[in-house]
């Protein structure tokens, strides 16, 4: 079954805690995505890779970190300096070449305790 | 500055009429306009996919036209059903790739009986 997968669909953080979300492929897809969803908002995008071992900032980068280590996983993690971490984490690959669309995963609820 | 607006208000509308959807973008010149679905919960899933030297695309009861003039996007459900009911987003690039997606709002549809 070909796919993206993420876990955990729920995951609570502490205060000052670092979280990992992660997303695995199967698709044999060159480009990755992260993005964070809130409440009457589009998607918002985190961070990009395009190829293994290069990852990109998206227009909200700040408080995330990614690594891009093998092409069919790229793990985000939310750091302490995100204030405001609460919000659904969609993950997302592409093949990375021409016009194409985009497969999403099943998403991440965040929750701080 | 850049813009993509959907209508924030949930679309009702009666099982078996059309329902109509707007999307429209300022400040951009995208090569191509996507829509995606998304069900509360889950992440989006691909629809269709409009060129900018396109007007229009059809699948089965859905329908999208493309107008770079007006900068703007309808997307049509012929025969709507409850099982439409969801959330559309739309998206463009206008990079040529599918490298940096940018995602409007969505419109909430609600078909009823």
């Known amino acids: 079954d070909g796919g993206i997968t993420q876990s955990p669909k729920y995951l609570f953080r502490k205060e000052g805690q670092n979280v990992t979300l992660s997303c695995e492929q199967n698709l044999n897809h060159d480009a990755m995505y992260w993005y964070r969803q809130d409440p009457g908002q589009g998607l918002r995008l985190i961070y990009y890779s395009q190829i293994v071992n290069d990852f990109q900032k998206g227009d909200i980068a700040e408080g995330y970190s990614v690594s891009r280590e093998k092409k069919e996983s790229f793990p985000l993690t939310v750091t302490s300096a995100q204030k405001n971490p609460t919000a659904f984490y969609l993950c997302?690959?592409?093949?990375?070449?021409?016009?194409?669309?985009?497969?999403f995963g099943p998403g991440t609820r965040l929750l701080v305790l | 500055s850049q813009k993509i607006e959907q209508n924030s208000e949930a679309l009702n509308i009666q099982e078996g009429k059309t329902a109509t959807l707007t999307c429209n973008y300022t400040?951009?010149?995208?090569?191509?306009l996507q829509w995606y679905r998304q069900d509360p919960g889950r992440g989006p899933v691909f629809l269709l996919l409009i060129r900018e030297n396109e007007k229009e695309k059809r699948k089965e009861r859905l329908k999208v036209t493309f107008d770079t003039t007006l900068k703007q996007s309808l997307f049509h459900i012929t025969a709507s059903q409850p099982a439409d009911s969801a959330t559309y987003l739309c998206?463009?690039?206008?990079?040529?790739?599918?490298?940096?997606?940018?995602f409007g709002t969505g419109t909430r549809l609600q078909v009823t009986l």
């Open positions: 997302a690959s592409s093949r990375g070449q021409g016009v194409e669309t985009q497969y």
């Open positions: 998206a463009l690039d206008d990079t040529g790739t599918a490298s940096k997606l940018t």
């Open positions: 400040n951009y010149s995208p090569a191509y």
